[in-house]
T-cell receptor
Framework: EAQVTQNPRYLITVTGKKLTVTCSQNMNHEYMSWYRQDPGLGLRQIYY???????DKGDVPEGYKVSRKEKRNFPLILESPSPNQTSLYFC????????????????FGPGTRLTVL | AQSVTQLGSHVSVSEGALVLLRCNYS??????LFWYVQYPNQGLQLLLK??????LVKGINGFEAEFKKSETSFHLTKPSAHMSDAAEYFC????????????FGAGTRLFVKA
């Protein structure tokens, strides 16, 4: 079954304790992306990756890091989480099997609800 | 800069009534526009998208949207609401900025009354 998986689904942590949210897709997609969803703000793009070892900032990258060492995985790293990073996080990948373009449909994971105390 | 505005954070309709969710965009280049739906505790799912060609786009679950360049709008409609349509709906635009990014509206929550 084609899917995007995220782990963990729920996480409560404390300020400053490094954490990683994993994202994996089994569709051989090149383009992957991370978003955060906050009430009244919709989804805002944190980082995206056009391919292995190619990443770029979205609209709200501060406080986050990503890596793309292999095609299927795109982890989101919070080196020193703060309470303002409490949010619902979504990973997504595109439908293109070759070069991603603007018309592609994004497939979303189920979300990770993060609370930073 | 590109932006997406969804008019109305909450919309309530009766079952069987017309659904109209409004989306306006701002883009300096030809836009690629999307509508996604999010059911409770789930990720987003594509409803429909406009890329090029026909301006009236049909999607899943009986939804459709019309791209109106002169009005910079991409409103989502469904002739007859069903209880299962209750969800949050997001309009989005894809833009190229070196790589490319997707910008989402703030979302509209649709309530359907029996």
């Amino acid at each position: 079954e084609a899917q995007v998986t995220q782990n963990p689904r729920y996480l409560i942590t404390v300020t400053g304790k490094k954490l990683t949210v994993t994202c994996s897709q089994n569709m051989n997609h090149e383009y992957m992306s991370w978003y955060r969803q906050d009430p009244g703000l919709g989804l805002r793009q944190i980082y995206y990756s056009m391919n292995v070892e190619v990443t770029d900032k979205g609209d709200v990258p501060e406080g986050y890091k990503v890596s793309r060492k292999e095609k299927r995985n795109f982890p989101l790293i919070l080196e020193s989480p703060s309470p303002n990073q409490t949010s619902l996080y979504f990973c997504a990948s595109t439908s293109s099997l070759t070069r991603a373009d603007l018309t592609d449909t994004q497939y979303f994971g189920p979300g990770t609800r993060l609370t930073v105390l | 800069a590109q932006s997406v505005t969804q008019l109305g954070s909450h919309v309530s309709v009766s079952e069987g009534a017309l659904v109209l969710l409004r989306c306006n965009y701002s883009s300096s280049v030809p836009p690629y526009l999307f509508w996604y739906v999010q059911y409770p505790n789930q990720g987003l799912q594509l409803l429909l998208k406009y890329t090029t060609g026909a301006t009236l786009v049909k999607g899943i679950n009986g939804f459709e949207a019309e791209f109106k360049k002169s009005e910079t709008s991409f409103h989502l409609t469904k002739p007859s609401a069903h209880m299962s349509d209750a969800a949050e709906y997001f309009c989005a635009v894809s833009v190229r900025t070196g790589g490319f990014k997707t910008i989402f509206g703030a979302g509209t929550r649709l309530f359907v009354k029996a």
